[in-house]
């Protein structure tokens, strides 16, 4: 479970990068 949770930040984090650039 920690994992799929640490996936989904980074997911989300990179997305934020990709959305503001």
């Given at each position: 479970?920690e ?19």
């Amino acid at each position: 479970m920690e994992t799929y949770i640490s996936v989904l930040r980074s997911s989300y984090t990179l997305f934020t990068i990709l959305d503001r650039k």
